[in-house]
């Protein structure tokens, strides 16, 4: 099965945009995107969670995408380059959002479950960077 949205020819502006009207629609507020060496790589926000503001923190690696178009037969080689990778990795990030906004939109979930793994602590990192550098951040020991 070929990697999602592969073939995309959508500009990674546009898909941003797509992503900031999904979450402005659900009362994200302050969202700004993050830059590295002229390369958007994440989308910030701010959500109202009882009354205080809370950050979140969207990220967009793209390599992991372009190594697997790289390995996939199926996926024509000119368009196994960063450029394409880099929309193919926003287009992702943007059905995912859409598809946990559903979820949110019939009362399954709030949108900060949703986002919870994404959500910017004390330290400055999300979550999910924490547990990732350290593993007994919210399990402990293990015990």
Request: hydrophobic share 40%; proline share 3%.
């Amino acid at each position: 099965m070929a990697l999602l949205n592969y073939t995309t020819k959508i500009d990674v502006e546009k898909t941003i945009g797509e992503i900031q009207r999904i979450l402005g629609k659900h009362q994200a507020q302050s969202i700004k995107t993050d830059y590295e060496d002229g390369q958007i790589v994440a989308l910030s926000f701010l959500l109202d969670i009882n009354g205080k503001k809370a950050g979140f923190k969207l990220p967009c690696d793209w390599r992991p995408v372009l190594q697997i178009m790289k390995q996939d037969n199926k996926v024509p080689r000119r368009l196994c380059d960063q450029e394409q990778a880099v929309r193919v990795a926003w287009r992702i990030i943007k059905d995912w959002v859409e598809a946990q906004m559903a979820l949110v939109d019939t009362a399954m979930v709030k949108t900060e479950e949703v986002f919870l793994p994404y959500m910017i602590i004390k330290n400055g990192q999300t979550l999910a960077e924490t547990m990732q550098s350290n593993p007994s951040f919210l399990l402990g020991d293990g015990k």
